[in-house]
């Protein structure tokens, strides 16, 4: 390591700033009617029925190590008891949860 002069490095003293108030936190959930959500979903369900009933899509205990991208995920709004219980209404269809 050569030697030689450095320059002094001079720091300004510590000050506390000032710092701005945090907001967000978000509003309330805001869920659609009925109708709305029927009409905007029932055409990809249709799909995704036609894929069970061709045989070309299944349901499995295990996520597919291979193609993670044949995982559905489904974004709940509410409690998942209400989810839950909605889909037992559902016949073939069950929750699985970790």
């Given at each position: ?8 490095l ?14 967000g ?20 369900l ?28 489904i974004?709940?709004?509410g ?7 909605a ?12």
């Amino acid at each position: 390591m050569a030697t030689g002069n450095f320059p002094l490095l001079l720091f300004p003293v510590p000050a506390q700033a000032e710092r701005s108030k945090l907001s967000g936190g978000g509003g309330s959930v805001h869920i659609p009617e009925l109708t709305r959500q029927l009409a905007r979903i029932t055409p990809q369900l249709t799909v995704l029925q036609q894929a069970f009933d061709a045989k070309r899509l299944k349901l499995q205990q295990s996520a597919p190590m291979e193609n993670p991208e044949l995982i559905l995920v489904i974004e709940v709004a509410g409690t998942i008891a209400d989810f839950s219980n909605a889909v037992a209404k559902i016949p073939g269809l069950e929750w699985l949860v970790e």
